[in-house]
C-alpha cells in the first residue's frame, strides 16, 4: 500500500500527517508523489502514525535486515553475491544486514529485485 494510501485510509491530512511527523507539507506531497527517494528512517517516522502499533513495534530497520538475511541465505547466496547482483558494495550488504543501514528506497528496491521478492516483503516480512 502507498503513502496517500496509508494516510487516506487514516482519515489524516497531508498538513496533520506534516505535523505529526515533523516534516514540511511540501516534503509529504513529494513523498506521496514518489519525487523523494525515502529512507528506512523516514519511512518509520511516517509509519509509526499511520500503521497499528503491532506492526510498528519492530522497527523497520531491523526487519529489513533480517529479511534481506534471510532472503540471501536461502538462495543459498553470499553477501558478497547479493552485492554484485543488486549493484551495492559489500560492505553495504553487511552493514545492512547488521541493521546499520538507513537504506534508501531505491537501494532497497534493487535488493528485492536481485533477491526476486517484493521490496514490500523486505521492509514488512
Same mark, same amino acid.
Given at each position: 500500500?502507498?503513502?496517500?494510501?496509508?494516510?487516506?485510509?487514516?482519515?489524516?491530512?497531508?498538513?496533520?500527517?506534516?505535523?505529526?511527523?515533523?516534516?514540511?507539507?511540501?516534503?509529504?506531497?513529494?513523498?506521496?508523489?514518489?519525487?523523494?527517494?525515502?529512507?528506512?528512517?523516514?519511512?518509520?517516522?511516517?509509519?509509526?502514525?499511520?500503521?497499528?502499533?503491532?506492526?510498528?513495534?519492530?522497527?523497520?530497520?531491523?526487519?529489513?535486515?533480517?529479511?534481506? &538475511?534471510? $532472503? &540471501?541465505?536461502?538462495?543459498?547466496?553470499?553477501?558478497?553475491?547479493? $552485492?554484485?547482483?543488486?549493484?551495492?558494495?559489500?560492505?553495504?550488504?553487511?552493514?545492512?544486514?547488521?541493521?546499520?543501514?538507513?537504506?534508501?528506497?531505491?537501494?532497497?528496491?534493487?535488493? $528485492?529485485?536481485?533477491?526476486?521478492?517484493?521490496?514490500?516483503?523486505?521492509?514488512?516480512?
Amino acid at each position: 500500500m502507498r503513502l496517500r494510501e496509508l494516510r487516506a485510509a487514516q482519515d489524516i491530512s497531508q498538513i496533520k500527517l506534516a505535523e505529526l511527523t515533523g516534516f514540511l507539507r511540501q516534503y509529504v506531497s513529494q513523498a506521496e508523489s514518489g519525487k523523494v527517494n525515502l529512507s528506512v528512517d523516514t519511512l518509520e517516522r511516517f509509519f509509526q502514525h499511520l500503521l497499528p502499533a503491532d506492526v510498528t513495534s519492530v522497527p523497520i530497520r531491523l526487519r529489513l535486515s533480517g529479511n534481506v &538475511r534471510s $532472503a &540471501r541465505a536461502s538462495l543459498g547466496w553470499s553477501q558478497e553475491h547479493l $552485492a554484485g547482483m543488486a549493484g551495492v558494495s559489500l560492505g553495504y550488504v553487511g552493514s545492512l544486514e547488521r541493521g546499520q543501514v538507513n537504506a534508501s528506497l531505491s537501494k532497497i528496491e534493487a535488493l $528485492a529485485g536481485a533477491l526476486k521478492v517484493e521490496a514490500q516483503w523486505l521492509l514488512e516480512g
